[in-house]
């Protein structure tokens, strides 16, 4: 085992020889000084004591380190320079470590951590040591790395050598070198030092003069000194050094104000340097102080100057440019002037004009500076210019020579005045406009005096919409014409007066012939040759009117049947709930749905569908009063709303339960069409108001709830809302939501029933069946989730879990070798929705990779209500399934509709004969008449056959001597969790 090096006495001396590497893998230790007396260590060295001599006289020490016991030898020098007397060391030696400074421990423990490790031939460090006296002294180390004759026991050994005077004159040196350096750099400047630790500065005469804090050197609180610096000032100079100590600026240079006593102001500049100690940490600042507010002054007068100027020259609306005389470059220019021409600064800068098209005629520039120099100015003079994309700005610019840094230029001011020109340019072509808009708009258009009434102009539209021609009304009065009837002008009058215009105004207006037309009229005051004027425009929307009134209807109506639709439904049901709670009226809402609607219009197509529907609307408005509503939701759902109806609820529910009944004979009454006699019966669902609810959702929602417990009943039935069918309504959606949460939460699992071999015994399969064990009410009945799980649509998430579950776990029954692949399959039941999914086939490829299972090991369980469903879509997809070598059984074979025709083109592996029949074949023999002719269709289609649910030892006997001698059920094994299955297969292995 190696260790650090220890310091110890031992028997013999090393002897140097090759060195040898530590074993890799061998636990390291740091050095350890054992205890042994130094002078009985130099004995054994013979001859080398002279030599030790010498070194111990010129201040050197001998150290060896055994590395691989960690044990560390030295002569009596080196214990000197370690500050221990030279007699022996402490019974237990000492950690080598615990002789390092503090500060250098983790430094050297790292070093010999890399001799350790790597082999290293050669060893120098410096450390510092704490002598008893609490002084620190500088040691250097130096090894080279021997084999020692015993046993080729790998050492290092060398000298040590005292440098605390050479370490003390660099310090001292490098103080100088920076106080000096610091004194050639201030001459008429002010000095300062700062011992960070301390908080003590040092400051020359000249510094505590600028600072104002005393007369002649100062040395004290480095707070103190800065006392006279204003708070703002001071929090800027504690971020200088914060910015300084994380190392983001490398050099202190602060601008800050010092108030002397007698009020005044100082600005000064304070340049400092930072000196850090060993570890890294702040030790001291020294910097200079300069006097600069003569120059802060100077700026500021020049800066204000400057700020008044680039205030105008950048806040100006007018685009401002200065240009070089010399060269004609632009200097700067403005925002408004990039706003205006597109030209950033950068872009301009540093060019001229002609160099950037800026002018659009060149002589007129020339013209312009000709007149610029002989008139020593420039004002508003005309020009075109181009911007930056090309386009045409006219301005009209003033100039002025102006002298910037001793250089003449010129500042040039524009003023755009091309929109004034498009303004003028499109008010006369708005004129022209507005007279051909009025010529040729197919709207009315006329102008007249506002006061008498009288046309000034009127338009083609005008005709068109009265039928008086312009040249018959020109000079009189709408009055005249007759074509306001009542006092609709005057209205006009003083709608204008009071809202200053009239717009889109609904009004009545009449033509020549007395035709009474819906108008919308516009009116707009104007004045023409200082008369005031009304320009009116009228447009007709008697067309526009009956569309929306059609729309209108449409919005509220079924546009099949014309009867109201539910918008209109939900706002009736809602003025009679109100009528009804004001007058102590009572009423009901009938919910009907046809049954099986659905197939009509799979089988007959919908245009037969259609007419059903209409002859079922025209039944139902027969059949009730004017002041009731019947309305269709949408699809086979219609809705008949009774109102106004009295008495007692008893009375009332009576009354409704006959109208139901009446309503459920008369359309359950047989229809022709197209040579079809056709039978659609209705299930009804009744909600009384108020009893059953204060608003229309309520009403609705539970006379759907009725609804729906008449299907369960066997449909063509009536059933009147209860409270316990909300209840039931309200379970089976929190069943909903649980299964939900049961699938994110895990808590599904599979339950494998082994299928056996009668004959041997075997188990030769296993059925997979979904359980759910709820986390408060315990295991569920399959018979009570599996429903809900169809309806609501997660059994295509569920059944794909179950796929995916399935193929794990016979994946895992294989790993383990508790199955093979040639003598085991696993049935899987697909749900016929799940199988009417489009991508189902792809959903059991990608199930089958990632479990890597073989193929033939899956079988997917199909009922007929599968097949009948889709019969060419169904063989499709088991033949793409099949060509992947999956198989497949025909579950619960029997209990539907079994046909010979569809059974021939089906894939089909395997039948299995519902425990239906099984159960009670042995007293049954129609049952096992059943079973009998099942076995023989398996066995004429070459078809292997299971019987489910087999649970007596007689009805396995009847199985067999029937030909049938696979099984599975509770005589067997009940369905098993996946542990206990597997512990099934080890017991029976």
Known sequence: ???????????????????????????????????????????????????????????????????????????????????????????????????????????????????????????????????????????????????????????????????????????????????????LESVDLGTWDWHIPSGELYASARASDLQGAMTGAYQGSFQEFFAHVPNDDRQKMRQAYADLISGRNQVYQVVYRAQLADGSIRHLESTARLYRDESGKPLRMAGIIMDITERVLREQRLSASEEKFATLFQGSPDPISLTRIRDGRFLEINPSFSKTFGWSATEIVGRTAPEIGFWKDETRRQMLYAQLSRDRSLENAEAEFHTVDGRVVTCVVSCRFIRVERRQCIITTFRDITKRQQAEAALRASEAKFAKAFRTSADAITISERHSGKFIEVNEGFYRLTGYHPTEVIGRSAAELRLWPGDQRAQIIATVQREGRMVNQEMIGQDRSGQIKSIEVSVEPMELNGVECLLLTARDVSQLKAAQAQVHHMAYHDPLTNLPNRTLLMERLSQQSALHKRHELRGALLFLDLDHFKRINDSLGHPVGDAVLKMITARLEASIRHEDTVARLGGDEFVVLLTGLTGKRSQVTRHVRQVAEKLRKLLAEPMLFDGHRLQVTPSIGIALIPDHGDTPADLLKRADIALYRAKDAGRNAIQLFRTSMQEAASARLRLENELRLALMRNEFELHLQPQVDARSGLIIGAEALLRWCHPSLGPQSPQTFIPVLEESGLIIDVGGWVIDEACRITAKLLEQRL??????????????????????????????????????????????????????????????????????????????YSSLTYLKRLPVDLLKIDQSFVRDAIVDGNDAQIIRAIITIAASMQLAVIAEGVEQQAQLDMLQLQGCHLYQGYLFSPPLPEVEFCALLQGRC
């Open 819 to 896: 199955v093979s692949a040639e003598q085991f399959s696993l049935c899987v039941n697909i749900s016929p929705r799940q199988f009417r999914q489009n991508d189902f086939v792809e959903r059991v490829s990608l199930a089958l990779e990632r479990s890597g299972l073989p193929r033939q090991m899956v079988k997917l369980e199909i009922t007929e209500s599968i097949v009948i469903q889709n019969l060419d879509d169904t063989i499709a997809k088991m033949h793409r399934l099949r060509n992947l070598g999956v198989s497949f059984a025909m579950d619960d074979f029997g209990t539907g």
């Open 1 to 183: 085992m190696t260790e650090r090096p220890r310091f110890e006495n031992p028997s013999q001396p090393p002897t140097p020889t090759e060195p040898e590497p530590v074993s890799a893998g061998v636990p390291l230790q740091q050095p350890r000084i054992w205890p042994f007396d130094p002078t009985q260590s130099e004995q054994p060295w013979q001859d080398a004591t002279d030599m030790l001599t010498v070194l111990g006289d010129a201040n050197f020490g001998v150290w060896a380190w055994e590395l691989n016991t960690g044990r560390v030898f030295w002569s009596r020098h080196s214990q000197t320079l370690f500050g221990l007397d030279d007699g022996p060391l402490s019974a237990n030696g000492v950690e080598y470590l615990q002789l390092v400074a503090e500060e250098d421990r983790s430094t050297v423990a790292r070093l010999f951590e890399s001799v350790l490790r790597n082999d290293e031939r050669h060893i120098r460090l410096e450390h510092r040591v704490r002598w008893p006296d609490g002084s620190l002294r500088w040691l250097e180390i130096t090894g080279q790395r021997h084999r020692a004759h015993k046993a080729g026991q790998p050492m290092l050994i060398g000298v040590i050598r005292d440098n605390t005077e050479q370490h003390l004159q660099a310090e001292a040196l490098q103080q100088s070198q920076e106080r000096l350096q610091l004194a």
